[in-house]
């Protein structure tokens, strides 16, 4: 596993502080290649994660992506699927992942401490099938996972929710809700540039 997760710069870092035998050695012990049920449970608790991105040049994008507990789903051992909601139209996640199907995934438990990272391939099809079971969902990305592992939370700040009821953003898609139309969507620089599914509000 160690020669597939390490490249040469890595490496040399390694070895410049004497730790290339605790790389392998963490490769070898936390590193796998298909979702544990301990995975399993933690993805399907998360409430948000960080997606990291590429364009065909490598230039990097990272996003933050939130939503219910339950919205990202793993598939089978080796593959997950999340939804991509209404967002600001920039679609940087999903036009990288359209030219550059390599992504990072990071999920943080900022109560517990706890956190795992994703790294595997992309795809995007706008007509997945699982899209009608993602309340709110515009596309579906799935990613097969290449590395899953663990992260040390040494340095994850606990965060404790303040009300059960405002630990989740109000924009969140869930079933049987209709989140409210962001604030920025209606200021007046953005109006006659918004899609007309956008305006069909006259406050808008």
Same mark, same amino acid.
């Given at each position: ?60 994008? @990272? ?7 339950? =919205? ?37 438990? =900022? ?37 899953? =592992?663990?992260? @040390? ?33 209606? =200021? ?17």
């Amino acid at each position: 596993m160690s020669d597939d997760l390490y490249h040469d710069g890595m490496r040399q870092f390694q070895d410049l502080r004497e730790t290339r035998a605790l790389a392998d050695r963490l490769s070898q012990v936390t590193v796998r290649t298909a979702f544990t049920p301990e995975d399993r449970e933690f993805i399907a608790r998360a409430s948000m994660f960080f997606l990291a991105t590429a364009d065909a040049e490598g230039r990097p994008d @990272c996003s933050y992506k939130g939503g219910m507990p339950g =919205f990202v789903r793993v598939l089978d051992d080796r593959t997950l699927a999340f939804p991509d909601y209404d967002g600001n139209g920039m679609y940087r996640s999903l036009g990288n992942v359209r030219v550059n199907g390599n992504v990072g995934m990071l999920f943080v438990d =900022f109560v517990n401490t706890r956190r795992i990272r994703v790294n595997g391939a992309a795809t995007i099809d706008p007509e997945d099938p699982l899209r009608s079971e993602f309340s709110g969902a515009v596309f579906v990305v799935r990613v097969v996972a290449r590395h899953i =592992f663990p992260n @040390c939370p040494r340095y994850l700040h606990p965060v404790q929710p303040t009300e059960a009821n405002d630990q989740y953003s109000v924009h969140a898609p869930r079933p049987d809700y209709v989140p409210p139309v962001p604030a920025w969507k209606r =200021f007046e620089v953005f109006r006659d540039a918004l899609p007309e599914r956008d305006r069909v509000d006259d406050d808008i």
